[in-house]
C-alpha cells in the first residue's frame, strides 16, 4: 500500500490526526506525511488543517475494501473470481486488465483513475473515492460476432444492481448509458483482447457517479450521481455489480439471455420516440426508436423504411 492510501486510510474516518500520531502509525517522518498530504490535496481531496489539532477530512470517506467486497459476493461470482483488485490510482482500469495476466475472472476496481476512457474515444472523469470505477474480465469460448447484443445485456446488468439498493427512475440509453432521472448515471465501456473467430476475453468497464464532486462542470452532457438516492455503500455496490455482471457473463455464454432483451426494451428511454443517429462521417439520420434486433441492433422507423444501425459505428441522440 503506498503512503498516500496508507493516509487517507486513517484520514477517512473524518475525525482530527495530529502530524505526530499519522507519522508514527505510518512510521515516517513528519515532513514525508506533509507531502503525502500535499499529493492527496493534488487528487482534489479536501484536507482540512487546524493547529494544535491536527488534520482531517472536509467529510469523511469510504474508501473500497476488499475485506468488506468479497463476503458480499454471492456463491456462483465466489466460484468464478480469480482476483479482486483495488488500486489507488491507475491510468484506466480497462487498460490494467487488458495489459494483466490472463486470468478468469478478474476484477479491479480503483479510487482514481487519471486517463479513464470512454466510449467512441472520449475522457472518462474518474475523481478520487467519489464513484464507482471498475472493469470485469471474463474469457467467452465463443466467438464475439456470436454475441453482438452483450453490450445491451451488461447495461441491464448494471441497472439491476442499482434496483437492489432502491434507485427508481432508471433507464437505458441504446446501447448502454445508464440513465436516472433523464441524465446520464453512468456508462460503460467494453474493450476485447483476443483474435476474431475464437476465444475472446473481454473487459467490461463499469463507471457510476456515486458522489460526484461539485466541482466536475466539465463533463459536457447532464449528469446525475447517487447523492439523490438513500445512502449506499459504494463496497456494497460494487459486489452487487460484480454479482449481476458475472451473472449476464454466464447467461451470454449459454446464451440463455432473452430476460435481459426483455429488460432492455423495458428500460429503453427512446422506445417509440423521434430520435438522431449521427454517423461517424457526420451524417444523420432521422426516425422513430423501432425497436432492438436479437444481436441488440437498433431498429430505426424511418421515411425510407427500417434501418438498422449497431453500435460502434453511430452515435444516438434524441430527435
Ligand atoms: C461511456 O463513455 O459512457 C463509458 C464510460 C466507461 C468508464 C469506465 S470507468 C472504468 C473503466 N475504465 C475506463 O477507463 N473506462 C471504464
Redesign the pocket.
Given at each position: 500500500m503506498s503512503l498516500q492510501h496508507a493516509l487517507i486510510d486513517i484520514l477517512a474516518d473524518g475525525k482530527f490526526h495530529s502530524g505526530n500520531e499519522l507519522g508514527e502509525k505510518l512510521n515516517v517522518s513528519r515532513s514525508a506525511v506533509w507531502k503525502a498530504l500535499q499529493q492527496l490535496r493534488g487528487f482534489d481531496v479536501d484536507i482540512h488543517a487546524v493547529h494544535g489539532r491536527g488534520y482531517r477530512l472536509a467529510e469523511p470517506l469510504e474508501l473500497l475494501d476488499s475485506h468488506t467486497i468479497q463476503p458480499a459476493l454471492n456463491a456462483q461470482t465466489q466460484n468464478h473470481l480469480q482476483s479482486l483488485d483495488i488500486i489507488f490510482d491507475v491510468d484506466?482500469?480497462?487498460?490494467w486488465l487488458l495489459k494483466a495476466q490472463h486470468k478468469h475472472a478478474v476484477v479491479c476496481l480503483?479510487e482514481r483513475?487519471h486517463?479513464?476512457?470512454?466510449?467512441?474515444g472520449?475522457d472518462?472523469i474518474?475523481p478520487f473515492a467519489a464513484n464507482l470505477?471498475?472493469?470485469l474480465g471474463w474469457r467467452f469460448e465463443l466467438d464475439i460476432t456470436a454475441m453482438s447484443s452483450f453490450s445491451l445485456i451488461c447495461g441491464v446488468a448494471v441497472v439491476r444492481a442499482l434496483k437492489r439498493f432502491g434507485v427508481a427512475e432508471l433507464g437505458l440509453k441504446w446501447p448502454n448509458?445508464i440513465i436516472c432521472q433523464g441524465k446520464?448515471l453512468?456508462?460503460?465501456?467494453i474493450e476485447m483482447r483476443g483474435e476474431s473467430g475464437g476465444p475472446c476475453e473481454l473487459v467490461v468497464?463499469?463507471?457510476l457517479n456515486v458522489r460526484m464532486p461539485s466541482s466536475m462542470v466539465s463533463i459536457d452532457q447532464p449528469w446525475i450521481d447517487l447523492q439523490h438516492a438513500e445512502s449506499i455503500s459504494r463496497n456494497l455496490l460494487a459486489a452487487s455489480m460484480i454479482d449481476e455482471l458475472i451473472d449476464a457473463c454466464i447467461a451470454c455464454s449459454n446464451g440463455h439471455f432473452d430476460d435481459y432483451l426483455k429488460d432492455w426494451r423495458d428500460l429503453n428511454i427512446y422506445s417509440d420516440k423521434p430520435v438522431a443517429i449521427h454517423m461517424m462521417d457526420g451524417s444523420i439520420v432521422s426516425g422513430h426508436f423501432s425497436d432492438i434486433d436479437e444481436s441488440g441492433a437498433l431498429l430505426l422507423q424511418t421515411s425510407d423504411g427500417l434501418q438498422r444501425f449497431t453500435c460502434g459505428e453511430v452515435s444516438l441522440r434524441s430527435g
Open positions: 484506466s482500469t480497462n487498460a480503483a483513475q486517463a479513464g476512457r470512454g466510449r467512441r472520449r472518462w474518474s470505477t471498475m472493469s448509458d446520464k453512468g456508462g460503460i465501456l468497464g463499469v463507471g
